[in-house]
T-cell receptor
Framework: EAGVAQSPRYKIIEKRQSVAFWCNPI?????LYWYQQILGQGPKLLIQ????????DSQLPKDRFSAERLKGVDSTLKIQPAKLEDSAVYLC?????????????FGPGTRLTVL | GENVEQHPSTLSVQEGDSAVIKCTYS??????FPWYKQELGKRPQLIID?????GEKKDQRIAVTLNKTAKHFSLHITETQPEDSAVYFC???????????FGAGTRLFVKA
């Protein structure tokens, strides 16, 4: 079984630029999560999708972050414009069920550096 | 808001000793408590989980206990080995699709 795929693996941008990350979850997984992991901290949930609907985006800075999961499969997370404090690893995870029921499978992450 | 506190932030043990990591959650509706291990530069991976209808669960050298009344749960690793060195995260969530909140992590060092 293929795991969660993310791209790019690394990205360096200047502040105020835009950036987009892509995630392909495990086939058949209904729930998809985007997390922000700042160095030395635990993953912080940004947004949670069940199929193509948003379950929770209460911690997503909506003035600059946006995410979509078209057709309930792949997802993209965008930051526009980026700030220095956005430097972090962005992790995508998927879960087979409705969310909060079992194991989340994480992708390798995208390490973002904002200069 | 909801919160998960994790202690200690760093733990150093001698190979063969036991390690205990503790977490406290704030939302009494939480009913699923996973533990993830993250090795340096790698993705978090589930090592054990427990649901609110169970007080204890064990898998070889790893065990998790849950005290719903006190709203805390703990990870126990016995006979630690150098390959157990990693960052361990606890988490709490509500089954049915609500947010998963992670603790800040515990960096475990197992000295050979």
């Amino acid at each position: 079984e293929a795991g969660v795929a993310q791209s790019p693996r690394y990205k360096i941008i200047e502040k105020r630029q835009s950036v987009a990350f892509w995630c392909n979850p495990i086939s058949g997984h209904a729930t998809l999560y985007w997390y922000q992991q700042i160095l030395g901290q635990g993953p912080k949930l940004l947004i949670q999708f069940q199929n193509n609907g948003v379950v929770d985006d209460s911690q997503l800075p909506k003035d600059r972050f946006s995410a979509e999961r078209l057709k309930g499969v792949d997802s993209t997370l965008k930051i526009q414009p980026a700030k220095l404090e956005d430097s972090a690893v962005y992790l995508c995870a998927s879960e087979v069920g409705a969310g909060g029921l079992g194991e989340q499978f994480f992708g390798p992450g995208t390490r973002l550096t904002v200069l | 808001g909801e919160n998960v506190e994790q202690h200690p932030s760093t733990l150093s043990v001698q190979e063969g000793d036991s390690a205990v990591i503790k977490c406290t959650y704030s939302d009494s509706a939480s009913n699923y408590f996973p533990w993830y291990k993250q090795e340096l530069g790698k993705r978090p991976q589930l090592i054990i989980d427990i649901r609110s209808n169970v007080g204890e669960k064990k898998d070889q050298r790893i065990a998790v206990t849950l005290n719903k009344t006190a709203k805390h749960f703990s990870l126990h690793i016995t006979e630690t080995q150098p390959e157990d060195s990693a960052v361990y995260f606890c988490a709490a969530s509500i089954a049915g699709g609500f947010k998963t909140i992670f603790g800040a992590g515990t960096r475990l060092f197992v000295k050979a």
